[in-house]
Structures are given as C-alpha cells and as structure tokens.
C-alpha cells in the first residue's frame, strides 16, 4: 500500500507570500544600507580641528613634600568644523594638562555644545589641580627645564562626538586631541605667571 500526500493550495500560496515578503524586506534593508554608504562616501566628514590659541600657568608649585602638586592652567582652544555639509555634536569633552608625560591637572568636563557647518568656537578652560601626586622627579625636571630656559607643556582632550547631516544624527565616535606648547621660563615658577600667546596646532585622531 502505498500512501500519496498532496500538499494544500493554501500551504503552497502562504509559503509563497513569505519568500515574497523575505525578499521585499531583504530590498529595502539593502536600498537603505546603500544610500546610507553612498552618502557617506558623498559627505564623508572630516574630523574637527583643533589648535591652541593661548595658554598660562598661574600656580605650578609642590607642596607638603616633593611629591604633591598644587596647579592653575587657563587655557583657549578653538575648535573648528571643516565640513560644509555636516554639523557635530560634541559630548563629554574632557581637558587636562600633563607634563614629562604625568597629569599635572585633574580631567575637567567641557560643557556639550553643537557645532554648525564650518564653525569656529573658541573654549576657555581652567585647569586646577590641588595636592595632585606626582613623581619624585617632577621637581628634577623643573630645575632642568629652567636651565633651558624653556617649559614644554601638553594639553590633551578625549571626549565622543556625534556628527549631524539634515536631521540624521550618528551614534557616539570617541575622539582625542594632543596639543604642546612652549613657554619661556625663568628662574622662579610661576613668578610673573608663564604664558604663550602663539597659537599652535593640535593633532585629532578618532
């Protein structure tokens, strides 16, 4: 005996409807993902730039010890949108100061702000750090830096950005910014207080 199964018309027309439905759901997923990557290539942003328009240290003194630091910073970065047809939303911005490769200042938060099609903002921060330890050799290469007649300091940012292009806002892309400066320095710290007015480059990578 032999046994015959057929299957139903309406099986048949539902499996049908359901490739039919993959396939329509699979075309526009692509479409969408292609005129995202076409206007990406398109637009493609470019990273802000940033660059150090002055720079002074008011306090740079140990106390209690070699090793505890007491520190006051005022710094001006401009920050600059080089695209012309995407916008930047910049989010937990942090700044502090290093030197000889050690923090000299705490990480201080710059307020969000939104940056339009090829603006220029400029930021004021002041860096405070208050008994921030240090290394024994911090006070060496002081006194060496002043044989030199010059003090290099590093200001370095880390923070997320979003970028905006018509009302589509990206996710969150983590970006850090390195900028170095050169004071003159003389025999006594900070005694007047050292200052660079010359405005220098900062790196950007993301």
């Avoid at 299957?7 to 699979?26: E, G, M, R, V």
């Avoid at 006594?188 to 207080?193: E, L, V």
Wanted: hydrophobic share 35%; aromatic share 10%.
């Amino acid at each position: 005996m032999t046994l015959i199964s057929e299957k139903h018309p309406k099986d048949c027309a539902s499996k049908k409807k359901s490739k039919k439905l993959y396939l329509y759901l699979t075309t526009i997923v692509l479409s969408l993902l292609s005129v995202i990557f076409i206007i990406w290539l398109i637009l493609h942003p470019s990273k802000p730039h940033f660059s150090l328009k002055e720079a002074g240290i008011n306090q740079l003194n140990l106390s209690l010890g070699p090793s505890l630091l007491n520190s006051s910073i005022q710094i001006t970065l401009q920050s600059h949108n080089p695209n012309t047809k995407v916008g930047i939303y910049y989010d937990d911005f942090l700044l502090y100061a290093s030197y000889k490769g050690q923090k000299i200042t705490p990480e201080t938060s710059v307020p969000r702000f939104y940056q339009d099609l090829h603006e220029t903002n400029l930021l004021s921060v002041s860096l405070v750090g208050i008994q921030l330890p240090v290394s024994p050799s911090f006070a060496y290469e002081v006194q060496r830096d002043q044989g030199a007649g010059r003090l290099a300091l590093s200001i370095k940012g880390m923070g997320q950005l979003r970028w905006k292009v018509w009302t589509y806002v990206s996710g969150r892309y983590r970006f850090i910014v390195n900028c170095v400066v050169i004071m003159p320095l003389g025999p006594t710290i900070p005694s007047p207080p050292l200052s660079a007015r010359q405005t220098s480059q900062c790196s950007t990578s993301m």
